[in-house]
Protein backbone atom coordinates (compact mmCIF):
# COMPACT_ATOMS: atom_id res chain seq x y z
CA UNK A 1 0.00 0.00 0.00
CA UNK A 2 2.34 2.48 0.82
CA UNK A 3 4.38 1.82 -2.08
CA UNK A 4 1.53 2.41 -4.23
CA UNK A 5 0.97 5.93 -2.30
CA UNK A 6 4.54 6.81 -3.23
CA UNK A 7 4.47 6.06 -6.47
CA UNK A 8 1.15 7.66 -7.25
CA UNK A 9 2.11 11.03 -5.45
CA UNK A 10 5.61 10.84 -7.58
CA UNK A 11 3.98 10.39 -11.04
CA UNK A 12 0.91 12.58 -10.35
CA UNK A 13 -2.16 13.20 -12.76
CA UNK A 14 -4.45 10.71 -13.31
CA UNK A 15 -2.28 7.71 -12.39
CA UNK A 16 -2.09 9.26 -8.61
CA UNK A 17 -5.82 8.91 -8.62
CA UNK A 18 -5.70 5.32 -10.00
CA UNK A 19 -3.12 4.31 -7.75
CA UNK A 20 -4.43 6.03 -4.69
CA UNK A 21 -7.76 4.04 -5.17
CA UNK A 22 -5.46 0.94 -5.56
CA UNK A 23 -3.63 1.41 -2.22
CA UNK A 24 -7.16 1.94 -0.78
CA UNK A 25 -8.44 -1.47 -2.22
CA UNK A 26 -5.70 -3.48 -0.94
CA UNK A 27 -5.86 -1.91 2.65
CA UNK A 28 -9.84 -2.40 2.73
CA UNK A 29 -10.34 -5.62 1.13
CA UNK A 30 -7.63 -7.56 1.77
CA UNK A 31 -7.22 -8.10 5.46
CA UNK A 32 -8.68 -11.23 5.98
CA UNK A 33 -4.85 -12.23 4.24
CA UNK A 34 -2.95 -11.66 7.36
CA UNK A 35 -2.47 -12.80 10.48
CA UNK A 36 -3.56 -10.99 13.33
CA UNK A 37 -2.08 -13.68 15.96
CA UNK A 38 -0.01 -11.88 18.47
CA UNK A 39 -0.33 -8.28 17.74
CA UNK A 40 -0.42 -6.40 21.32
CA UNK A 41 -3.07 -3.10 21.29
CA UNK A 42 -2.49 -1.07 23.95
CA UNK A 43 -6.11 0.45 24.08
CA UNK A 44 -5.52 4.11 25.82
CA UNK A 45 -2.63 4.74 23.39
CA UNK A 46 -4.51 3.44 20.01
CA UNK A 47 -7.70 5.32 20.89
CA UNK A 48 -5.60 8.51 21.74
CA UNK A 49 -3.84 8.35 18.18
CA UNK A 50 -6.76 7.89 16.27
CA UNK A 51 -8.60 10.63 18.21
CA UNK A 52 -5.85 13.19 17.23
CA UNK A 53 -6.24 11.95 13.77
CA UNK A 54 -9.91 13.05 14.25
CA UNK A 55 -8.71 16.36 15.43
CA UNK A 56 -6.57 17.61 12.99
CA UNK A 57 -9.12 16.53 10.54
CA UNK A 58 -11.92 18.98 11.99
CA UNK A 59 -9.42 21.81 12.48
CA UNK A 60 -8.25 21.47 8.99
CA UNK A 61 -12.20 22.14 8.71
CA UNK A 62 -12.35 24.58 10.54
CA UNK A 63 -9.04 26.13 8.53
CA UNK A 64 -11.19 25.70 5.58
CA UNK A 65 -13.89 28.07 6.33
CA UNK A 66 -11.28 30.67 7.20
CA UNK A 67 -9.49 30.41 4.13
CA UNK A 68 -13.04 30.52 1.83
CA UNK A 69 -13.71 33.93 3.85
CA UNK A 70 -10.04 35.28 3.61
CA UNK A 71 -10.42 37.42 0.31
CA UNK A 72 -13.90 38.04 0.67
CA UNK A 73 -15.78 41.19 1.83
CA UNK A 74 -17.09 40.92 5.50
CA UNK A 75 -21.50 40.88 5.12
CA UNK A 76 -23.97 38.97 6.54
CA UNK A 77 -23.77 36.38 4.07
CA UNK A 78 -20.89 35.18 4.32
CA UNK A 79 -20.77 35.92 8.49
CA UNK A 80 -23.80 33.00 8.47
CA UNK A 81 -22.11 30.51 6.42
CA UNK A 82 -18.72 30.88 8.56
CA UNK A 83 -20.92 30.83 11.50
CA UNK A 84 -22.81 27.46 10.37
CA UNK A 85 -19.80 26.17 9.30
CA UNK A 86 -18.21 26.79 12.31
CA UNK A 87 -21.35 24.77 14.32
CA UNK A 88 -21.23 21.92 11.97
CA UNK A 89 -17.71 21.32 12.79
CA UNK A 90 -18.09 21.39 16.84
CA UNK A 91 -20.77 19.03 15.74
CA UNK A 92 -18.70 16.70 14.16
CA UNK A 93 -16.28 17.24 17.34
CA UNK A 94 -19.36 16.45 19.66
CA UNK A 95 -20.66 13.54 17.82
CA UNK A 96 -16.96 11.93 18.60
CA UNK A 97 -15.51 13.12 21.31
CA UNK A 98 -18.63 13.40 23.31
CA UNK A 99 -17.93 10.46 24.78
CA UNK A 100 -17.31 8.01 22.07
CA UNK A 101 -13.82 7.84 22.47
CA UNK A 102 -13.83 7.30 25.97
CA UNK A 103 -16.28 4.50 25.85
CA UNK A 104 -14.32 2.52 22.61
CA UNK A 105 -11.32 2.58 24.86
CA UNK A 106 -13.27 0.60 27.72
CA UNK A 107 -14.13 -1.01 25.02
CA UNK A 108 -10.98 -2.29 23.94
CA UNK A 109 -9.77 -2.82 27.59
CA UNK A 110 -12.43 -4.68 28.47
CA UNK A 111 -12.21 -7.48 25.18
CA UNK A 112 -10.07 -10.03 25.53
CA UNK A 113 -6.96 -9.49 23.60
CA UNK A 114 -7.02 -12.14 21.20
CA UNK A 115 -10.64 -10.48 19.93
CA UNK A 116 -8.89 -7.11 20.09
CA UNK A 117 -7.22 -6.70 16.64
CA UNK A 118 -10.15 -7.70 14.16
CA UNK A 119 -12.35 -4.85 16.52
CA UNK A 120 -9.30 -2.25 16.01
CA UNK A 121 -9.48 -2.89 12.41
CA UNK A 122 -13.16 -2.45 11.46
CA UNK A 123 -13.42 0.24 14.41
CA UNK A 124 -10.52 1.98 13.37
CA UNK A 125 -9.82 0.98 10.08
CA UNK A 126 -12.73 0.52 7.95
CA UNK A 127 -15.34 3.19 9.85
CA UNK A 128 -12.75 5.46 10.22
CA UNK A 129 -12.06 6.04 6.55
CA UNK A 130 -15.58 6.96 6.03
CA UNK A 131 -14.83 10.08 9.29
CA UNK A 132 -12.31 11.55 7.95
CA UNK A 133 -13.30 11.57 4.33
CA UNK A 134 -16.82 13.12 5.53
CA UNK A 135 -15.27 16.20 7.03
CA UNK A 136 -12.63 16.15 4.18
CA UNK A 137 -15.59 16.62 1.58
CA UNK A 138 -17.76 18.78 3.50
CA UNK A 139 -14.56 20.59 4.49
CA UNK A 140 -14.09 20.70 0.58
CA UNK A 141 -17.61 22.34 0.08
CA UNK A 142 -17.75 24.76 2.90
CA UNK A 143 -14.71 26.54 1.23
CA UNK A 144 -16.49 27.21 -1.65
CA UNK A 145 -20.29 28.08 -0.22
CA UNK A 146 -18.98 30.97 1.88
CA UNK A 147 -18.42 32.64 -1.09
CA UNK A 148 -21.59 31.94 -2.51
CA UNK A 149 -24.05 31.72 0.72
CA UNK A 150 -27.07 32.97 -1.29
CA UNK A 151 -26.74 31.09 -4.66
CA UNK A 152 -27.47 27.58 -5.60
CA UNK A 153 -24.56 24.84 -5.30
CA UNK A 154 -23.57 22.97 -8.23
CA UNK A 155 -24.62 19.64 -7.78
CA UNK A 156 -20.74 18.50 -7.39
CA UNK A 157 -20.36 20.50 -3.78
CA UNK A 158 -24.16 20.02 -2.47
CA UNK A 159 -23.00 16.40 -2.87
CA UNK A 160 -19.60 17.06 -1.29
CA UNK A 161 -21.32 18.83 1.50
CA UNK A 162 -24.30 16.57 2.13
CA UNK A 163 -22.74 13.63 1.05
CA UNK A 164 -20.05 14.54 3.53
CA UNK A 165 -22.07 14.55 6.71
CA UNK A 166 -23.28 11.34 5.77
CA UNK A 167 -20.25 9.66 5.37
CA UNK A 168 -19.20 11.03 9.06
CA UNK A 169 -22.53 9.98 10.26
CA UNK A 170 -22.27 6.56 8.86
CA UNK A 171 -18.80 5.74 9.65
CA UNK A 172 -19.72 6.94 13.52
CA UNK A 173 -22.48 4.63 13.95
CA UNK A 174 -20.70 1.86 12.39
CA UNK A 175 -17.65 2.80 14.85
CA UNK A 176 -20.09 2.79 17.35
CA UNK A 177 -21.96 -0.47 16.30
CA UNK A 178 -18.10 -2.23 16.42
CA UNK A 179 -17.21 -1.31 19.67
CA UNK A 180 -21.01 -1.35 20.68
CA UNK A 181 -20.88 1.32 22.49
CA UNK A 182 -23.94 3.23 21.82
CA UNK A 183 -26.98 2.72 19.48
CA UNK A 184 -26.68 3.98 15.87
CA UNK A 185 -29.78 4.56 14.84
CA UNK A 186 -29.57 8.65 15.40
CA UNK A 187 -26.72 9.02 13.65
CA UNK A 188 -27.86 7.18 10.20
CA UNK A 189 -30.99 9.35 10.28
CA UNK A 190 -28.72 12.20 10.27
CA UNK A 191 -26.73 10.45 7.74
CA UNK A 192 -30.13 9.87 5.64
CA UNK A 193 -31.48 13.48 6.47
CA UNK A 194 -28.13 14.59 4.98
CA UNK A 195 -28.71 13.01 1.62
CA UNK A 196 -31.99 14.82 1.39
CA UNK A 197 -30.46 17.84 1.70
CA UNK A 198 -28.40 18.13 -1.94
CA UNK A 199 -31.16 19.63 -3.74
CA UNK A 200 -31.58 22.14 -1.12
CA UNK A 201 -28.28 23.17 -1.51
CA UNK A 202 -28.61 22.98 -5.83
CA UNK A 203 -31.97 24.70 -5.98
CA UNK A 204 -32.38 26.91 -3.27
CA UNK A 205 -28.61 27.86 -1.63
CA UNK A 206 -25.67 26.84 -0.01
CA UNK A 207 -26.53 28.43 3.44
CA UNK A 208 -30.37 26.57 3.58
CA UNK A 209 -28.30 23.41 2.81
CA UNK A 210 -25.62 24.42 5.59
CA UNK A 211 -28.10 25.21 7.82
CA UNK A 212 -30.52 22.19 7.58
CA UNK A 213 -27.47 19.99 8.05
CA UNK A 214 -26.36 22.14 11.65
CA UNK A 215 -30.18 21.67 12.68
CA UNK A 216 -29.86 17.33 11.77
CA UNK A 217 -27.02 17.19 13.75
CA UNK A 218 -27.21 19.21 16.28
CA UNK A 219 -30.65 17.85 17.20
CA UNK A 220 -29.07 14.26 16.93
CA UNK A 221 -26.63 14.94 19.47
CA UNK A 222 -29.41 16.63 21.64
CA UNK A 223 -31.90 13.32 21.51
CA UNK A 224 -28.81 11.34 22.47
CA UNK A 225 -27.63 13.32 25.37
CA UNK A 226 -29.02 11.54 28.71
CA UNK A 227 -31.20 13.68 30.84
CA UNK A 228 -30.00 15.41 33.48
CA UNK A 229 -29.83 13.86 37.18
CA UNK A 230 -32.06 15.36 39.65
CA UNK A 231 -30.38 17.12 42.58
CA UNK A 232 -30.09 15.17 45.07
CA UNK A 233 -30.42 12.12 43.60
Known sequence: MSALVILGGAIGG???YV???AAFAVGWFLRKGNDESGFEIGPAHFVERHGLVVIVAIGESVIAVGIGASQLEVDAGMIAVAV??????ACFWWTYFGGDDTRAEHALTTAPRETRPPLVIAAYGYWHIPIL?????SASALEVAIAHASEELAFARALALGGGVAAYMLGEAMFRRV????????????????????????????????????VAAAAALALERPPAEPLGA
Open 14 to 16: TVE
Open 19 to 21: LFA
Open 84 to 89: LGLALS
Open 133 to 137: LGVIA
Open 179 to 214: LDIGAAGTRLLVAAVAIATIPIGTEISAIAQIAVLV
